[in-house]
């Protein structure tokens, strides 16, 4: 048991999140660096080296330079077990990182030094704060002209509304930048502009030693004197419990690409950031040292080898150990199931796993079988919340371009709604069928990959529409008298539950004024 015990002790599971172009993909890949996961750095975005990229897979994520899907990467670093799920910066992909949150333990959020908080990070950040999720936060690009970081703070502060504790410290900025000064271990970390190597640390326990100016020079080390002095007495000493509730996050600066700052980062974070923390079902809450295994399905992806047709769901383990081949219950089927070759995912080497434990990712070949949001477990019947899918706020209609080609449409379209790209619903006026997205580029995606990897032509008919909503009644006579009075407004979504389209805010206030007993929800979990 003792040994169980230790393998969650171990596990760091964490999400990095940021605006666009702050630096995420970056600063992921230096952390595998360090972990030996991948040993060049630039794999990620160079083409000579496609075999080495880690997160950015799919071809329209190549074309774009932007992460679509969540991808999940283990490696090992000192005695630890590190899982980072890459999230898409990209808002319109917000859905699939508001899921991904609900799978890890702590984020890791990086701003851009010049542009402060975006909108983006803002937005997740609401999503950490209700979930009391601790944070960490990166201030990149320090090697760029920048703002000056005790502004940044303040930023911090006010926009994502927590109170944070700087642990390391820039010695100037952009062509001046000199380095850090790591607080949390008090030394001095210089700095050469150098992608590939990690550049030398000097201990300083004692900030006043004269020795600092031969290392900086004379107005460099007194600035850092003051800085230090005025971060002592403005904000308190940091405190872990404090940072473990998601009160209080730590701040570091550095620059990704340039492999600075990020090493500090690591190491504070693998002693700071916390092992897998129990999950709230709607039965019980489950605790990760239960014995008996429990697990949710938060993410699905088509195609992760496009010589396969197969998908793959993405398992996170809240509870007891995975084991392969063993019978697990499918709560929501009801059924019986077990797994010969459930995969783990080492940056992008993907390997059969025998076993896994709370806090690890594990990926089910998926013929069908799940939705987001499935649970799998010993027997008992759990249902894991907190995986909704949005109201959509952008329509169209999907029309078929190629005739012989109906029935890999419509499964590719299955399969791409199977994994939360988009929402499908058929009008009930019409017969036709409406895709509904949280954003304009997942239309894009759409087309792409129907046409790349199910060999099926669409296209695109506008269709002006205001919200979805799921409606539901306890009275059947009000609920059809809605439904025959709202016939042109009326979808079925794919459970084939009922869904009001209102093409207007006045058409959706009118009904629910008209019809104050109907509920209408927003998300698909009520």
């Known amino acids: 048991m003792g040994n169980f015990i230790e393998e969650i002790n171990r596990r760091r599971t964490f999400a990095i999140i940021s605006h666009p172009d702050a630096g995420k993909t970056t600063l992921t890949e230096k952390l595998l660096l360090f972990g030996g996961a991948i040993h060049i750095a630039g794999a990620v975005k160079s083409n000579k080296i496609k075999k080495t990229a880690t997160s950015d897979w799919m071809e329209i994520e190549k074309q774009r330079g932007i992460s679509v899907a969540t991808s999940v990467m283990g490696f090992e670093y000192e005695q630890y ?35 402060g908080v975006e909108m983006q990070t803002r937005k997740l950040m609401e999503v950490c704060r209700m979930r ?6 990166f201030v990149n690009k ?31 900025i952009g062509q001046r930048f000199k380095g850090v000064y790591n607080i949390y271990e008090k030394n001095l970390n210089l700095y050469t502009p150098s992608k590939q190597v990690v550049t030398e640390s000097v201990e300083f326990r004692d900030i006043d030693n004269p020795e600092l100016e031969s290392y900086i020079g004379q107005s ?61 079902a709607l039965e019980r809450e489950v605790r990760p040292e239960e014995e008996k295994f429990t697990g949710f399905v938060f993410k699905i992806h088509a195609n992760m080898d496009p010589n396969h047709r197969s998908c793959i769901a993405f398992v996170k383990i809240c509870s007891g150990k995975f084991v392969r081949n063993e019978n697990y219950k499918h709560v929501r089927s009801g059924k019986m199931m077990r797994f010969s070759s459930p995969t783990a995912f080492m940056a992008q080497k993907k390997s059969v796993v025998d076993e896994a434990y709370p806090g690890d990712i594990v990926g089910l070949p998926d013929t069908g079988n799940f939705k987001i949001g499935d649970t799998l477990t010993q027997g008992e ?45 058929i009008s009930q006026y019409n017969n036709r069928r409406i895709i509904g997205t949280v954003g304009q580029l ?79 929800h927003f998300t698909s979990e009520f």
């Open 381 to 425: 019947e759990l249902h894991f919340k907190g995986l909704p899918s949005f109201s959509p706020e952008m329509f169209k209609y999907i029309e078929n371009n190629d005739p012989m080609k109906t029935k890999q449409l419509n499964k590719g379209i299955d399969q791409l709604m199977d994994e939360g790209v988009a929402q499908s619903f």
């Open 132 to 137: 009391k999720t601790p944070v960490i936060i």
């Open 442 to 520: 997942q239309f894009e995606v759409i087309q792409y990959r129907l046409l790349h990897e199910y060999g099926a032509q669409c296209k695109w008919e506008p269709i002006s529409l205001y919200k979805a909503c799921w409606i539901e009644c306890d009275d059947e006579g009000v609920l059809d008298n809605f439904k025959k009075r709202k016939h042109q407004y009326m979808a079925k979504d794919r459970e084939g539950r009922d869904v009001f389209m209102a093409d207007s805010s006045y058409v959706l206030q009118m009904a629910q004024t008209d019809f104050p007993e109907i509920k209408f």
């Open 220 to 280: 460099d080390a007194e600035k850092l004197r003051a800085d230090l002095e005025l971060i002592n007495g403005v904000y308190p000493e940091f405190d872990k419990a404090e940072y473990l509730k998601g009160n209080l996050a730590p701040v570091f600066f550095g620059s990704a690409l340039n492999n600075f700052g990020v090493k500090e980062l690591l190491d504070c974070f693998v002693e700071i950031a916390p092992s897998p923390k129990p999950v709230n």
């Open 81 to 115: 077990k590190i899982n980072i799920l890459d999230t898409p910066g990209h808002q319109d992909f917000a859905e699939d990182t508001y899921r991904t949150l609900t799978a890890v333990d702590s984020v890791i959020i990086v701003v851009d030094v010049a542009k």
């Open 142 to 172: 320090l090697d760029r002209e920048g703002r000056d970081p005790f502004d940044i703070l303040d930023e911090l502060e006010s926009e994502l509304k927590i109170a944070v504790r700087p642990l390391s410290w820039p010695i100037n």
